[in-house]
């Protein structure tokens, strides 16, 4: 079961806020969310979205063999896992702690190992240029208050020239409500409004937190941190996908974008 909240908030979020909020949520719904999702993205596989982008079919890294590869917000570590398989030197963290239990777990069922560490992604505790390449499916930059010290840590450990690629809910969703259904697919908001998404507990606290980016939010913050955007991705929903996620599903995936995947250059 995913963790009780009480309420549903919109409002200003500091940053040490998010971050208590998130850990402890994530915390609390790690079991749940790979119980939930984990056979659909795989012990060992690259999942990027809910579409189901495989990254062994879309090679949005390149070539990682012999290549030292970041996980940023690697959760259980099945993608990274799956970059370790391809022959790279890869290596992940993680904000929760029973995540990061799971992808010891799978680990040792699978024999494929990812070195991982629990940190923020704010503080990341690797060496400046010390990664070929980077990467995060859904992974840490949806979940922090400040996007831009997340991407101004990943250009400090990526090597000249290094990409991040990764991806987060589309901007556009966030004018929709979260829903799979055909209310999902009618706009209730202002997609320039950008207050934080909050479920809070009991006694207000908030317990889980978003922040929303609109789409050239995102990429002054990839140019303020002195990357360049190399390529967009709005991956499209596939013929005979019907599994839904969250507010993703095979009739929203018709009419509105999900997801957004960046490549970015340092």
Do not use: K
Request: hydrophobic share 40%; glycine share 12%.
């Amino acid at each position: 079961m995913t963790p009780e909240t009480y309420g549903v908030a919109r409002r200003e979020v500091g940053a040490e806020i998010t971050a208590r909020a998130n850990r402890g949520w994530w915390d609390s719904a790690a079991d749940w969310y790979q119980g939930e999702h984990g056979e659909f993205l795989r012990d060992v596989g690259f999942v990027w979205c809910p579409e189901g982008l495989d990254e062994a079919d879309a090679r949005l890294l390149g070539d990682v063999a012999g290549r030292r590869v970041l996980e940023v917000g690697c959760g259980a570590g099945q993608a990274g896992r799956w970059l370790t398989s391809q022959g790279a030197q890869a290596a992940g963290f993680d904000l929760s702690a029973r995540q990061l239990a799971h992808s010891r777990r799978i680990d040792e069922e699978t024999s494929v190992a990812l070195p991982s560490v629990q940190a923020d992604a704010r503080r990341m505790p690797f060496a400046a240029e010390s990664f070929d390449l980077a990467c995060s499916a859904f992974g840490a930059l949806p979940f922090v208050a400040d996007a831009g010290a997340v991407l101004g840590e990943v250009r400090r450990v990526l090597r000249p020239g290094g990409l991040f690629v990764f991806a987060v809910s589309h901007p556009v969703r966030w004018a929709f409500p979260d829903d799979p259904g055909a209310p999902g697919l009618t706009a209730d908001r202002s997609y320039f409004d950008r207050t934080p998404y909050v479920e809070v507990g009991a006694d207000g606290t908030p317990a889980y937190v978003e922040h929303h980016r609109t789409m050239g939010d995102w990429i002054g913050l990839i140019v303020a941190a002195g990357m360049r955007v190399t390529r967009l991705l709005e991956p499209e929903w596939p013929r005979g996908h019907d599994r839904e996620w969250g507010g993703w599903s095979p009739l929203r995936g018709a009419h509105l974008p999900g997801t957004a995947i960046f490549t970015c250059a340092r």
